[in-house]
């Protein structure tokens, strides 16, 4: 078995992010089928624009959530493809030497795309427990009295059914044109030469020690983007729920910042795991070299610090035009003004927070370094 349960224990981003995506784009887009088959004849004019509105909301999440969370998944799902494959060249190297085909092999990194199956399947189910509970907070003062939650058997095809076959063809494509390289390059472990590499250009620092920082910190920019985006998720989710307390109910606003939290932390987590574990042989050969191991532990996990900022930063502005955004959409449709300021007390007060568990990560991966066998390391 080429792809053991064991290898996919650092993928479960995948299915968090999968999970979070469906979860949220089925309650939504169920309310929008709900709220099209209603008839509105008889509406009066406080119905119409309460009508209006949830529509206008329920389309501009499923856009927006579904786009960029599914956007997410493919490119975290192809990243741990790609590490699996470069940490498992031998052993597929020798497969192809024993003549099995590159179709077989990359058939069976099919189970990477079942990765998005369950998160899709979890999300899906558990939107239809707390449905009842979503429908209500919607419509809590009964305005909209005929509105009635319906099973959509269209929507467990698109939001279960097509993903996994989507992303089980992404994953086996993937495979496939990464193992279109010599057998023999399998076998030594080295890259395919037909890339054209980029060097980067290297700031001139006058310490060594940053220069090495940032070659570290440069040398994986998949993982950047997932610090990045956990970071910004992390301050949009957890902004936007405080920001638009005028806006939207309590529930909402709880459902925001629970999958905010889930989601950020699940992948920095995951994302800080796979930095310590990438440069393991790195942080043994700095110490050979005479580097603390206080000092590989700064060298390997500090750049990343500013990077997590930048990306909470990113998020601040992102949930703040969206909401501005969103505003204005309803401010037309009902020909009436929304204020919305800028709420600098929630950024702060998520700012703190995100030091906090950053910092606690930092911490734990820290220790993590400093407690490796350096002889043992080397010896393997």
């Not at 301050?235 to 606003?253: C, W, Y």
């Not at 050979?288 to 500013?306: A, D, H, N, P, Q």
């Not at 955004?325 to 009436?336: G, H, I, M, Q, R």
């Amino acid at each position: 078995m080429i792809v053991q349960l064991k290898d996919l224990r650092k993928a479960i981003a995948v299915v968090i992010v999968s999970f979070c995506a469906v979860f949220i784009t089925t309650l939504f887009s169920n309310l929008y089928l709900d709220l099209k088959v209603l008839d509105i004849t008889g509406f009066n004019i406080m119905e119409k624009k309460f009508y209006d509105a949830q529509l206008i909301v329920s389309k501009f999440v499923i856009i927006i959530t579904g786009t960029f969370l599914s956007i997410s998944a493919a490119v975290m799902l192809i990243f741990y493809i790609k590490q699996f494959i470069d940490d498992s060249k031998h052993k597929i190297g020798i497969l192809k030497a024993q003549g099995y085909s590159s179709n077989f092999i990359a058939s069976k990194f099919s189970i990477f795309g079942f990765l998005v199956f369950l998160g899709s399947l979890l999300g899906y189910g558990s939107s239809h427990l707390f449905m009842p509970k979503f429908y209500e907070s919607r419509n809590t003062d009964n305005i909209l009295s005929e509105l009635t939650m319906n099973f959509h058997p269209q929507l467990l095809l698109i939001m279960v059914i097509l993903p996994l076959l989507l992303y089980v063809v992404i994953s086996i494509v993937y495979v496939l044109f990464n193992l279109n390289v010599p057998t023999i390059n399998l076998l030594k472990q080295i890259n395919s030469t037909n890339k054209i590499i980029r060097k980067r250009k290297f700031r001139q620092y006058k310490n060594f020690f940053k220069e090495l920082r940032a070659t570290v910190l440069f040398s994986n920019k998949t993982l950047l983007f997932f610090v990045i985006f956990a970071a910004l998720s992390f301050s949009s989710m957890i902004q936007m729920a405080f920001g638009m307390r005028d806006f939207v109910d309590g529930t909402i606003r709880t459902m925001m910042m629970v999958i905010g939290v889930i989601l950020s932390l699940s992948i920095l987590l995951i994302s800080l795991e796979v930095i310590a574990s990438s440069n393991i042989k790195n942080i043994s050969i700095l110490n050979i070299m005479g580097f603390s191991k206080s000092e590989c532990s700064k060298i390997v996990l500090s750049g990343y610090r500013v990077v997590a900022y930048i990306g909470f930063a990113v998020g601040t502005v992102y949930q703040y035009f969206l909401i501005r955004v969103l505003l204005k959409v309803l401010s037309k449709k009902f020909d009436s003004e929304t204020a919305y300021n800028f709420d600098l007390i929630s950024v702060i007060g998520s700012f703190i927070a995100f030091v906090l568990i950053y910092e606690i990560f930092i911490l734990y991966y820290s220790n993590k370094i400093k407690g490796l066998n350096v002889k043992k390391i080397m010896m393997e």
